[in-house]
């Protein structure tokens, strides 16, 4: 079964499309399957069918096109009433945009490991699942809530696709293509900057600073904004002459030293001081090695804070910088021979270009990394650690080297000192992210609802990214009617969204990594609400005694479901659930979490790695 959204809404059995009649049934399709096996809700699937004003037999039409869905798809799909909603099931299926975002991220990391060839052929790939303007046969409703993100992804590929071209010298064959995309996104910076580098190296200087100088009268007259730093400091490489194949990487500060730190997005909001910390604590000299430890729940910026740091460090690790993340998206650990070969083959180790060579196993790429590293004055920043058994073989020798770790849990390698620990922005911080992606006018214009999307938020980093995004995608919607949306708990995690940034699903690997005791546990503690509790207060709700009690939450604190939160006046420790954990919490399922079951011991900081060794 193949499913189709990257163009008009299709389903097709064995290359032959299914007769689905009427924007109604293709809008239900489409809305499961861009929720990518969650249930969608029925007021969700109201709000796209019919917009605000849904009709009062809303629910029974609702279950008719499920129904007719069910018969036309066949028994290869299974289409579950789940409660508040359905679900749709379709295992072994081919769906176009599952397999858009699996190359897409497969060539941004071909991209920042620079292998432009391969980066090149999966963007490329990619782009190839688009058939035309997606979801062309829906509801306006769904359209106007899912087409302009679906939209950005396709031209971010289409941009590092580009960046991969001119990587591999192909600036004659991407030029018109350049041209025209700048005359259709004329205030895209990258997709200019990228013209004026292809211009350039065409031998068309006057025409790359011309290039510049529009882009810059359109900026200022349609926003009333400068160039930012891409478009500027390409116009300066123009001045200079910097943008030839050879000077276009110097000018970026690359040479044959690996440069894998993704790019920075956006500004970094509420962190000055932990910048600071970690960026003087790279800086220093030191005879052991220089461990750091970014900490915190899900979505609170740790990969930000620590790319970031990285970026202001590097010109002290002239042997290069290298980038891991030691997990899959769900949150799954990745093998670690697979990222040990990722990172020999950024450090240019022979032989390694095809993957691990046969008859080559863990600790020989072990004895490989260690002797590549050895000695240099490198940076290693290791992204989304389960734990020490994983981080272990990823250590480079001796105390040129630097090492910068974000994970959710505490880590033993790691000194009290050297671990920074990130809680949620207060509310200035949150405001100002907010603004800074939204616009401050707009907030200002209606300072009650941006309150309200401040607190939604909870101050967590990526729930204000999503409600930024969202803003800034919809410029003629009052802040009001996203405030309105977030304001009821039980959608507000659904609202909490946008492209590949998705709360829920950024916690999801938290909630997998709890021994089995967790889930029911948390589901109960749900609801204490945010205020400070003691184990003697979960004692009560667990149905444990307060020692039991107290080795349950530490276990959460150990996936950063819960956090300290102080002592009370018996210098006991106090514990906190975040706003948007409590409501995960309370949607898991009771049936699933079962009871909660009294702890032997608390588990050691290397236990949740055991599976990875």
Known sequence: MDFRILGP????????????????????LAAMLLAHGRVVSDSR???????WDPPVTASAQIYTYMSRLR???????????????????????????????????????????????????????????????????????????????????????????IEADLALGMHEQVTAELTGLVAEHPVRERLRAQLMTALYRCGRQADALQTYYEGRKVLVDQ????????????????????LGLRGAGAARGRSDAPAMLPAAEGALVGRSAELSLLTSRLAAGTDRPRRLLVTGMAGV????????????????????????????????????????????RALGEPGLDGGSPPGLDRDELVRLYRARTSGKRLLVVLDDAVGDLQVAPLLPVGPQAAVLITSRARLARVAGADTVALAPLDDDASLAMLAEAAGAERLDSD?????????????????????????????????????????????????????????????????????ARGPSALRALSGAGTEPFSARDAAERLALSEDE????????????????????????????????????????????????????????????????G
């Not at 926003?223 to 910097?242: I, N, W």
């Not at 309200?452 to 204000?464: H, I, K, Q, S």
Request: proline content about 6%.
């Open 9 to 28: 809404v299709e389903a097709r059995r064995d290359g032959d499309r299914i007769a689905l009649s009427g924007s109604k049934v293709h809008t239900v």
């Open 447 to 515: 300072p009650d609802s941006a309150d309200d999307l401040v607190a939604y938020c909870g101050g967590l980093p990526l729930a204000l990214a999503v409600v930024g995004a969202r803003l800034a995608a919809r410029p003629s919607w009052p802040a009001r009617r996203f405030a309105d949306r977030l304001a009821d708990p039980a959608e507000r995690l659904a609202e909490l969204s946008f492209g590949d940034l998705d709360v829920r699903e950024a916690l999801l690997p938290s909630v997998r990594r709890m021994s």
């Open 223 to 242: 926003l009333g904004v400068d160039p930012g730093e891409v478009l500027g400091a390409t116009y300066q490489a123009v001045l200079g002459g910097e």
């Open 71 to 161: 018969k036309l798809l066949g028994d290869g799909v299974e289409i579950v009433r789940r409660q508040p909603g359905y679900v749709l099931r379709a295992p072994g299926a081919r769906i176009d945009v599952v397999e858009f975002e699996r190359l897409d991220r497969l060539g941004r990391e071909a991209l920042r490991e620079r292998r432009h060839a391969d980066a090149q052929r999966l963007l490329a790939g990619a782009l190839g699942w688009w058939r035309g303007p997606a979801l062309s046969n829906v509801t306006e409703f769904l359209l106007e809530a899912e087409l302009p993100q679906l939209e950005e992804a396709r031209m971010l590929t289409l941009e590092n696709r």
């Open 301 to 344: 910026g740790k990969t930000a804070l620590a790319v970031r740091a990285a970026e202001k460090s590097a010109d002290r690790f002239p042997d290069g910088q290298l980038f891991a993340e030691l997990c899959h998206r769900d949150g799954t650990p990745k093998d670690v021979g697979e990222v040990l070969v990722r990172l020999l």
């Open 45 to 51: 699937l109201g709000a796209l069918l019919w917009g």
């Open 549 to 612: 009690a107290e080795r349950v939450l530490e276990s959460l604190v150990d996936t950063a479901l819960l956090d300290l939160s102080g002592l009370d006046a018996e210098g006991l420790p106090l514990y906190r659930c975040h706003e948007l954990v409590l409501l995960y919490a309370a949607s898991l399922d009771p049936a699933q979490a079962g009871p909660v079951v009294p702890a032997r011991r608390r588990p050691a900081a290397h236990d949740s790695a055991t599976a990875v």
